[in-house]
C-alpha cells in the first residue's frame, strides 16, 4: 500500500463533492484528505485528494473518477515531482519559561507566530506534509492543546 | 415562447421523441401531469406503483434501444423509483427519471414529502441534476437524455421543485445540441489495439467469445454474428447478452458462470484467447477469479474504461463503442477454419446444452420454457423475466434469435422486475408477444400492475411457474443450509407448527393466481400436470390481449449446472 496524491478538476457546483466523496466511501476507501477551492477558472474547482490504496484500487479510482460526468480532468501524481504544501495551526501550551524554546523551534521551520496568550502560542505553519509531520512531532512534548491540518494541495512541477 | 417549467419538460419529451411515459401523481407533481393531459403526442401510463413505472420505462428501453422515462412525484414517489434505478444502473439501461420536489424555498426543511432523492440516487445513477433555477430547466432535459443515452448508457434523474414546474420562463428555447466539456464517450477504438487484438486472434489455436449486454446497447450484433463465423470461434453470452448471437448457432454455447452450459464453463477454462466484448466479468461469471480463464490471453472491447481490468486482468483493452471496433476488426482479422477446438467444444455439448430430468405427470419448469419456446419460435417473441429460478429457466432453455427479446435484471436481480418490464415492452413493440416469466414469489413483487395491464388492454402473457416457494433461496438452502426452509415456503408462515414437505402440507397456497387474475378480469387458466402443459399455453396465447396462465410445478426442483459461489466454475454441481 502506498499513498498516493490525486489532483481532479471539477465543475463548481453543488453535489460533486458529495459526489466524488461517495464515490470512495462506497468501495470503503479512507480519504486521507481531501481538499476543494476554486481555480483561475471560477467554473471550475480543483480537489487534492491523498488515499492511501494499491496500484489497481488507485487505477480503479482515477477510472472511476473519470467515469463522473462532474469530473473535467483526473491527474495521479503518481511518483512525478510535485510542489506541495499543507497549511497547519498548532496551539500549544506555553508558560514564560518555554515560549522562546518554541518560537525558536517555529523559527527553525519557517512557522510563524498567529496568537499569543498567557498560557498557548497559536503557530501557524504552511509546508510539505513531511515537513509538518516533523515539526508536529518536535512540538508535541510542550503540549499540544489543538491542531489542524488543512491537507494538501499540489501542483505538477513544470517539465521546464 | 412563454412556457410553464411543466410545459418546458413536456415539449422536451416531444421533442425526444417520447412516445410513452410510464408515472404515477403527487402533490409536487401536479403541475408536471397538469401539462401531460394535454399532451396528445405522448401516452401517460398510470401504474399502480412507482416501481413499476421505472421498470415499465426500463422494459421499454430494453425493448427498443431508446430512453425510457418515468415521472413521480416527491418523497415516496420518489424513493420508490430507486429501486428501478439502480436496476437500469446495474445494467446499463437509458433511463430518465423526472421526479417532483418540494419548492426550492422549502428544500432542506424537512417538508411534507421532502426527500433529498438527488442524495439518495446519486450512487445509483448516471448521473442526476435538481434545478434550482428554471433558465436552466432546458438545457438540464437536453443533458438527461443526451447523458442517458450515449456512452455507457445509464439511468439519469431529473428532481424538478413545484416552483420550478409552476414557474414560467420568457424565452424558451429547447437546445438543438448539447456540448459538456467534461464527458466525451470514446466510440472508435485505438486504430493500434485492434490490429494487436486481430494479430492476438491469428495467433489463437482455441479462441472464444465471449459477449455481453453491451452488444446489445451498441447494435452491434451483426458485427459481431461475422466476428464469430469468419474466425469459427464458440460464443458464449451473459445473461445481459442474450439474444446478441443466434441461441440455435452451432456456435452459440450458452451462458456462462454459475448456471451457464458446462460446455461454455469448459471452454472459458481451456480456451487460449477470450474475446470480451461489452461484458465485464460478473463474479456470477468468472466464480473463483483467480482460477477463472487460467489459460486466456484477453482482448476486451468496452466502452467504460473503468469495467477493463476492474475484475480481471486484460492483456489487450481497446476502449470504444462495440459496433464501430468490430466493424473495423473483422475488416483486418484473418478467417480461421474450424479445428480440433471447434470439435471439442461439439463434444462437451453433445446434442444439448442444458438438459433435466422429464417426469410422466409432475410439470418440470424447465418443459415449461421449453413448450413456450416451441410455441412461440415462430412468433416475434420477448420474454421479460421475473427473478430466481425461473429466470434461470427462461435463460437456459429459451433460444433467443434476436437481441433486445430477452429482458431481465441481470446485475441487480429485480424481484417483481418482469410483469412492469413486460407491460413497457408490450407497449414499444406493439407486434410482438410479450411474455412473462414468472415466478410465484417474485410477480407477487408488482402483482399490482395486473390492474394497470387489464384497464389498458396491455396484451402481456403472464406465465407463472408456481412451485410453491421461493425457489431460488431454497435451492441455497437445500444444498448450502442443510435443507432447512427459512423464510421460503410460501405456503406457510410463523403459525407453521412441523414442516414435513411440500407432499405432506395440507395449507392451501394463496393467492389463488386463477381468481385473483378473473378479479382484475383478465383471463387465466392453470395447468397442474404435464400433458395440460401445451394446451395451457395455446390457450392464453391464442386470446387476444392479456391472459395469465398458472403451472403447479415440482416444489423442489433445481437449477442446475450450479457452480457454488466462490468456487471455480469448472466445479459445478450437477443433477444427480
Known amino acids: ?160 | 415562447m412563454k412556457k410553464t417549467g411543466a410545459e418546458i419538460l413536456v415539449d422536451a419529451l416531444i421533442r425526444e421523441k417520447v412516445d410513452y411515459i410510464f408515472g404515477y401523481p403527487g402533490g409536487q407533481a401536479i403541475p408536471i401531469f397538469d401539462a401531460l393531459y394535454d399532451a396528445k403526442e405522448l401516452t401517460v401510463v398510470l401504474v399502480r406503483h412507482e416501481q413499476a413505472a421505472v421498470h415499465a420505462a426500463e422494459g421499454y428501453a430494453r425493448a427498443t434501444g431508446k430512453v425510457g422515462v418515468c415521472v413521480a412525484t416527491s418523497g415516496p414517489g420518489a424513493t420508490n423509483l430507486i429501486t428501478g434505478i439502480a436496476d437500469a444502473y446495474l445494467d446499463s439501461i437509458p433511463l430518465v427519471a423526472i421526479t417532483g420536489q418540494v419548492a426550492t424555498g422549502y428544500l432542506g426543511t424537512d417538508a411534507f414529502q421532502e426527500a433529498d432523492i438527488v442524495g439518495i440516487s446519486r450512487p445509483v445513477t448516471k448521473h442526476n441534476l435538481l434545478v434550482k433555477d428554471i433558465r436552466d430547466l432546458p438545457r438540464m432535459l437536453k443533458e438527461a437524455f443526451y447523458i442517458a443515452g450515449t456512452g455507457r448508457p445509464g439511468p439519469v434523474l431529473i428532481d424538478i421543485p413545484r416552483d420550478i414546474s409552476a414557474g414560467s420562463l420568457d424565452n424558451y428555447v429547447y437546445p438543438e445540441s448539447v456540448s459538456i466539456r467534461s464527458y466525451n464517450p470514446t466510440l472508435t477504438g485505438h486504430p493500434r489495439q485492434i490490429e494487436k487484438a486481430a494479430e492476438m486472434i491469428k495467433n489463437s489455436k482455441k479462441p472464444l467469445i465471449y459477449a455481453g449486454g453491451g452488444v446489445i446497447s451498441s447494435g452491434a450484433h451483426k458485427e459481431l454474428y461475422e466476428l464469430a463465423v469468419k474466425i469459427n470461434a464458440p460464443v458464449t453470452l451473459t445473461l445481459m447478452g442474450l439474444g446478441a448471437f443466434p441461441g440455435e448457432h452451432d456456435l452459440f454455447i450458452g451462458m456462462p458462470g454459475m448456471h451457464g452450459s458446462k460446455t461454455a464453463n469448459n471452454a472459458l477454462q481451456e480456451t487460449d484467447c477470450i474475446i470480451s466484448i461489452g461484458a465485464r466479468f460478473d463474479d456470477r461469471v468468472t466464480g473463483h477469479v483467480a482460477s477463472f480463464a487460467p489459460k486466456a490471453k484477453i482482448i476486451h472491447l468496452d466502452i467504460d474504461p473503468a469495467t477493463i481490468s476492474k475484475i480481471v486482468r486484460v492483456d489487450i483493452p481497446v476502449v470504444g463503442d462495440a459496433k464501430i471496433i468490430l466493424t473495423a476488426l473483422n475488416a483486418i482479422v484473418t478467417p480461421r477454419a474450424a479445428s480440433e477446438w471447434n470439435e471439442q467444444i461439439n463434444k462437451w455439448r453433445g446434442d444439448r446444452l442444458f438438459s433435466y430430468k422429464q417426469t410422466e405427470r409432475i410439470i418440470k419448469p424447465q418443459y415449461v420454457v421449453e413448450q413456450v419456446y416451441e410455441l412461440t419460435k415462430n412468433r416475434d417473441t420477448i420474454i421479460t423475466t421475473e427473478v430466481g429460478q425461473t429466470q434461470m429457466w427462461a435463460a437456459q432453455f429459451y433460444r433467443y434469435a434476436q437481441p433486445r427479446r430477452f429482458i431481465s435484471s441481470g446485475g441487480l436481480g429485480t424481484m417483481g422486475f418482469g410483469l412492469p418490464a413486460a407491460m413497457g415492452a408490450a407497449l414499444a413493440k406493439p407486434d410482438m408477444l410479450v411474455i412473462d416469466m414468472a415466478g410465484d414469489g417474485s410477480i407477487q413483487m408488482n402483482i399490482q400492475e395486473l390492474a394497470t395491464i387489464s384497464i389498458n388492454k396491455i396484451p402481456v402473457k403472464i406465465v407463472i411457474v408456481n412451485n410453491e416457494y421461493l425457489g431460488m433461496v431454497r435451492q441455497w438452502q437445500e444444498l448450502f443450509w442443510d435443507k432447512r426452509y427459512s423464510s421460503t415456503c410460501l405456503r406457510g408462515g410463523f403459525l407453521c407448527k412441523e414442516c414435513k414437505g411440500p407432499g405432506h402440507c395440507k395449507k392451501k397456497y394463496i393467492p389463488d393466481f386463477v381468481k385473483l387474475a378473473e378479479s382484475y378480469d383478465i383471463p387465466a387458466f392453470r395447468a397442474t400436470q404435464h400433458e395440460e402443459v401445451t394446451d395451457v399455453l395455446k390457450r392464453g396465447f391464442d386470446i387476444d390481449g392479456p391472459a395469465l396462465m398458472e403451472f403447479m410445478v415440482a416444489p423442489e426442483e433445481n437449477v442446475y449446472p450450479m457452480v457454488p459461489s466462490g468456487k471455480p466454475i469448472d466445479q459445478a454441481l450437477e443433477e444427480l
Do not use: W
Open chain 1, 1 to 160: 500500500m502506498s499513498i498516493r496524491t490525486i489532483s481532479v478538476l471539477v465543475e463548481n457546483h453543488s453535489g460533486t463533492l458529495s459526489r466524488i466523496a461517495g464515490l470512495f466511501s462506497s468501495r470503503g476507501y479512507n480519504i486521507s484528505s481531501l481538499t476543494v477551492g476554486e481555480t483561475e477558472d471560477p467554473s471550475i474547482s480543483r480537489m487534492t485528494i491523498v488515499v492511501g490504496g494499491d496500484d489497481a484500487i488507485i487505477e480503479q479510482v482515477v477510472k472511476q473518477l473519470n467515469r463522473l460526468i462532474d469530473v473535467i480532468k483526473v491527474i495521479d501524481f503518481g511518483s512525478e515531482p510535485i510542489i506541495e504544501r499543507e497549511l497547519i495551526l498548532a496551539r500549544v501550551d506555553s508558560s514564560k519559561s518555554t515560549r522562546h524554546e518554541i518560537i525558536e523551534l517555529a523559527d527553525i521551520f519557517g512557522a510563524s507566530v498567529a496568537h499569543v496568550s498567557a498560557t498557548s502560542i497559536t503557530l501557524e505553519m504552511s509546508s510539505t506534509c513531511d515537513n509538518a509531520d516533523n515539526f508536529i512531532n518536535l512540538i508535541r512534548p510542550y503540549g499540544i492543546k489543538e491542531l489542524i491540518r488543512t491537507g494538501k494541495v499540489a501542483m505538477a512541477q513544470p517539465k521546464k
